[in-house]
């Protein structure tokens, strides 16, 4: 999604852009999961809230806060 969206803001000829559920479908990463991590991204690239993080430690408290299972993919 960042990558797309970095695209979007660094090339004025892409107009429109689509964007499915990514990972929704063949990853099988829930919606709601998916959907909060592009609109974090959305609101990143897009609206310039970028994220601080004073520890690693509050690093991977945020990245938990997001997809508490991570990379274990039993969904």
């Known amino acids: 999604m960042k990558a797309i969206l970095i695209?979007?803001?660094n090339n004025k000829i892409i107009k429109?852009?689509?964007?499915?559920g990514l990972a929704t479908g063949c990853g099988r990463m829930p919606f709601h999961i998916a959907s909060n991590q592009m609109f974090l991204a959305y609101d990143e690239i897009?609206?310039?809230?970028?994220?601080d993080y004073k520890t690693?430690?509050?690093?991977?408290k945020f990245q938990y806060r997001l997809n508490e299972k991570g990379l274990i993919w039993d969904y």
């Open 7 to 9: 695209a979007c803001k």
């Open 16 to 20: 429109t852009v689509a964007i499915p």
């Open 46 to 51: 897009i609206n310039g809230n970028y994220k």
């Open 56 to 60: 690693f430690g509050d690093t991977q």
